[in-house]
């Protein structure tokens, strides 16, 4: 890849981090805040059930999760691995698009539970 | 003259990449230096032992050894600090071939320093008059931070990315480049952030800072490589990269 697909990516790791750094922040907080007094499944589907700003957040960090982990997991195979390069570049462009697919898939779900 | 009680006792690694450390008695002295010790072996009990050294002042860089499995300028490193119990373990840096016994073939370590467009690139010729700096300016402080490098070997030998990517540039080399990065003077910048961007160059390092712990000259190789990093950023997203 050239030097400034290289950086570009370094550059996207970064600021994915970043993003992760937020979101993953606010659910933590979420459930400490939600489990006083209990949590049901209910309590949970009844939250985020049709809860337009909730299937956005969780959009946003479906999209931070595929871009940093497979642009690490292609850091570490290039270094720790003897895999040809190229076919670590499909393997992990391979990797975003199944957590983007099935991280979306997830947060869909829950958002349109029981109904839609 | 000393008495057994305090000879040290001294490993030296004997060979090439195969090889295996021999064990040889050598008098502890006052003041006694790492290099002080190599070259008592050397001159009284094998001569046959392999190993560089030149200004003994800490200057050239030529002298660096692994001692105690940690990698150091031997002439200004005293048995003191680093012997544990008297023993000392003295074997070649890490990261490099080994021609014989402590004396690695830093060929590689230095042709890097040349990909990573180390040398300077002026845009004056010497009928211009002198280029006016301020001391004080940031890229002079910059440029001033990283400059004191002596070419030893160290960093490059603790780095554990030069292990796992043998392409990679390594700090001593990026160092380099991140020094005429900030010399207003050179004009090569173009060229050296696309030879420092990438897998073998600075988005390479993981910021681990053993190069940092190590550099006898107190330099500071991951701020410079992290410095490389936002200027190639910089220049990705302006199109000069
Ligand atoms: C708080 C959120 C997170 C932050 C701030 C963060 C930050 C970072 C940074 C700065 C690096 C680069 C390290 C280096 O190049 O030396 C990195 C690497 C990496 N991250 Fe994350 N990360 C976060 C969450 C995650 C998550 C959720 C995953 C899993 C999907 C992940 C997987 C990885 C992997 C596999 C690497 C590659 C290791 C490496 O390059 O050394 N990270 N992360
Ligand atoms: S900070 Fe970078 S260059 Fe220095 S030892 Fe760590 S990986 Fe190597
Ligand atoms: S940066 Fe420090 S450790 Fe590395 S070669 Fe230069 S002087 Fe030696
Ligand atoms: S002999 Fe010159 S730096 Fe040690």
Request: positive net charge; proline residues 5%.
């Given at each position: 890849m050239s030097a400034r697909a290289e950086t570009l990516l370094w550059l996207a790791q970064r600021v994915s981090?970043?993003?992760?750094?937020?979101?993953?922040?606010?659910?933590?907080?979420?459930?400490?805040?939600?489990?006083?007094?209990?949590?049901?499944?209910?309590?949970?589907i009844g939250r985020v059930q049709g809860n337009t700003g909730w299937l956005a957040f969780y959009g946003v960090f479906v999209?931070?999760?595929?871009?940093?982990?497979?642009?690490?997991?292609?850091?570490?195979?290039?270094?720790?691995?003897?895999?040809?390069?190229?076919?670590?570049?499909?393997?992990?462009?391979?990797?975003?698009?199944?957590?983007?697919?099935?991280?979306?898939?997830?947060?869909?779900?829950?958002?349109?539970?029981?109904?839609? | 003259?000393?008495?057994?009680?305090?000879?040290?006792?001294?490993?030296?690694?004997?060979?090439?990449?195969?090889?295996?450390?021999?064990s040889y008695p050598v008098p502890r002295r006052e003041n006694q230096t790492v290099l002080d010790v190599v070259t008592y072996v050397q001159r009284r009990l094998d001569a046959t032992l392999a190993y560089r050294f030149s200004c003994r002042v800490g200057m050239c860089g030529s002298c660096a050894m692994t001692v105690n499995g940690v990698a150091r300028w031997t002439c200004r490193t005293h048995v003191g600090r680093v012997a544990r119990d008297g023993r000392l373990r003295i074997a070649p840096l890490r990261n490099m071939p080994v021609i014989k016994d402590l004396s690695v073939d830093m060929?590689?370590?230095?042709?890097?320093?040349?990909?990573?467009?180390?040398?300077?690139?002026?845009?004056?010729?010497?009928?211009?008059?002198?280029?006016?700096?301020?001391?004080?300016?940031?890229?002079?402080?910059?440029a001033d931070a990283a400059i004191e490098c002596i070419g030893c070997g160290v960093c490059y030998a603790s780095c554990d990315v030069v292990t796992w990517n043998p392409d990679y540039l390594g700090p001593a080399a990026l160092n380099r480049a991140w020094t005429l990065v900030n010399d207003?003077?050179?004009?090569g910048n173009r060229e050296r952030l696309a030879a420092v961007a990438g897998d073998a160059g600075c988005h390479a390092c993981h910021s681990?800072?053993?190069?940092?712990?190590?550099?006898?000259?107190?330099?500071?190789?991951?701020?410079?490589?992290?410095?490389?990093?936002?200027?190639?950023?910089?220049?990705?997203?302006t199109g000069k990269l």
């Open positions: 981090a970043m993003v992760l750094a937020v979101v993953v922040a606010v659910p933590i907080g979420t459930i400490i805040y939600a489990v006083q007094g209990g949590l049901s499944a209910q309590e949970i999209a931070a999760v595929a871009v940093h982990g497979p642009i690490g997991l292609r850091t570490i195979l290039r270094e720790m691995t003897p895999v040809p390069a190229r076919l670590i570049d499909v393997a992990a462009a391979a990797f975003a698009v199944l957590l983007a697919w099935t991280g979306w898939q997830a947060a869909y779900g829950l958002y349109g539970f029981g109904g839609a | 003259m000393a008495d057994m009680a305090s000879m040290l006792d001294v490993s030296v690694w004997r060979g090439a990449d195969e090889g295996r450390f021999v060929a590689e370590f230095f042709a890097k320093a040349a990909r990573a467009k180390g040398a300077f690139r002026p845009t004056a010729d010497r009928t211009a008059d002198f280029a006016v700096i301020a001391p004080d300016s940031p890229r002079r402080r910059r207003e003077r050179d004009g681990h800072q053993s190069c940092m712990e190590r550099c006898p000259k107190h330099l500071n190789p991951t701020e410079s490589i992290a410095g490389l990093k936002r200027a190639t950023v910089l220049a990705a997203l």
